[in-house]
């Protein structure tokens, strides 16, 4: 049982490395395309209300998607937590 939670553990680090990875390039992707001076004085010309809805909806969204998920593979018999629905999700 101890190896397992190991073994679980370890894919969450690299699942978060990989996601870290990703992301770090997209900015740099992003930070060839633009400058970043330039991307944040549009954003902060942006109204912040607007901004906190999208996001909002957006953590919504990864919410419902993640217990659909739940919910679809408990229909087919396997049950997982809802962490591992999140984990699914992202």
Do not use: C, P, Y
């Amino acid at each position: 049982m101890e190896n397992n939670q190991t073994k679980t553990n370890k894919k969450i680090w690299i699942n978060g490395v990989i996601v870290f990875v990703i992301l770090l390039t997209l900015f740099t992707i992003v930070g060839n395309l633009n400058d970043f001076n330039e991307i944040f004085s549009i954003v902060k010309t942006m109204d912040t209300s607007l901004i906190w809805i999208a996001l909002a909806l957006s953590f919504f969204s990864f919410i419902f998607l993640a217990i659909s998920n739940h919910i679809v593979l408990r229909a087919l018999n396997k049950e997982i937590s809802l962490t591992d629905g999140f984990l699914i999700q992202s």
